[in-house]
């Protein structure tokens, strides 16, 4: 389906120009979160340079984290789980305050581009920043 097809069929409310650039870089593999189970953490798992091909999703929204896990920075753009634990949260910003700490099994992307192929910059706690 087309992308405004996507977005009306999920129901998901645009909330600015860096969460439209996430929803449009992951709504191809969006099939992952109500069907096939691959596609999705095989694309996360290339960014996060993580093996993902024995994985499925477990839980995977846009706007909001509704399987009761706590977000390490308000307003989650984008959230993914998978059967393998790990959790992956992913924003159009940088937050204002200072980094967190993450738990073992947790991913943080910033997401500041529309170019998956473009500056991808890991650290050593886990948040990667795609520029």
């Known amino acids: 389906m087309t992308f405004d097809e996507f977005i009306h069929f999920r129901n998901i409310q645009i909330k600015n120009k860096n969460h439209e650039k996430i929803v449009k870089t992951f709504y191809v593999y969006l099939s992952s979160v109500t069907g096939d189970s691959k596609l999705l ?11 993902f091909s024995s994985s499925t999703i477990e839980a995977g929204c846009f706007n909001g984290i509704f399987d ?16 393998n634990g790990i959790c992956v949260f992913v924003y159009g910003k940088i937050p204002l305050e200072p980094l967190k700490v993450l738990k073992e099994n947790e991913y943080v992307i910033f997401m500041l581009s529309d170019d ?3 500056a991808i910059e890991r650290n050593n706690d886990r948040h990667i920043h795609i520029r």
């Open 116 to 118: 998956l192929s473009g």
């Open 68 to 83: 009761g896990t706590d977000s390490p920075y308000d307003d989650v753009d984008f959230y993914i789980k998978s059967n």
């Open 41 to 51: 953490p095989n694309e996360i798992g290339r960014i996060l340079n993580i093996d």
